[in-house]
């Protein structure tokens, strides 16, 4: 599968730095619609320390999480902007989040996010993780622009 955006292109479009950089590759974009991309779950994640250390389960906050980044990978690759201190995306909003099994150090969670609409700087998604092909999560998120055009 091609690769639309590399670790080193994410850190140009996000702010998030390591442990909360949660988007490895962006692999799909079709601009003002939809993004996919991916998340390596690793054992050396410093939550799998206290959640859980006997289990290891990703927060299902995490989750959501990655696909709140997803969506603002989205919207700043649609829009053609990198991040800057005066342009960053919020995220603002989760509605109807619905988690339906853990995901576990050694998983590959995609993150698909669907733009559903936009208003002014308050961007709406549509945001599915999936495990080998298999919902692990799912959720409605709102961003919101501050700065910008």
């Given at each position: 599968m091609e690769q639309i955006a590399?670790?080193?292109e994410i850190r140009t479009l996000l702010p998030h730095r390591y442990p909360f950089l949660l988007?490895?590759?962006?692999?799909?974009?079709?601009?003002?619609?939809?993004?996919?991309g991916l998340k390596n779950v690793?054992?050396?994640?410093?939550h799998f320390q206290g959640h859980f250390p006997i289990q290891p389960v990703m927060p299902g906050v995490?989750?959501?999480?990655a696909l709140a980044q997803a969506s603002g990978l989205l919207a700043f690759l649609s829009v053609?902007?990198?991040?800057?201190?005066?342009?960053?995306?919020?995220?603002?909003?989760?509605?109807?989040?619905?988690?339906?099994?853990?995901?576990?150090?050694?998983d590959q969670v995609?993150?698909?996010v669907n733009l559903?609409?936009?208003?002014?700087k308050v961007w709406k998604f549509a945001a599915e993780a999936k495990v080998d092909g298999v919902m692990v999560a799912s959720a409605e998120l709102m961003c919101a622009?501050?700065?910008?055009v």
């Open positions: 590399d670790i080193n988007v490895d590759r962006v692999v799909e974009f079709e601009a003002h619609k939809r993004l996919l690793t054992t050396n994640e410093p995490l989750i959501i999480e053609g902007r990198h991040m800057a201190e005066e342009n960053i995306f919020y995220l603002v909003g989760v509605d109807n989040a619905r988690f339906k099994r853990p995901v576990e150090p050694g995609w993150l698909e559903l609409r936009t208003s002014r622009e501050r700065g910008g």
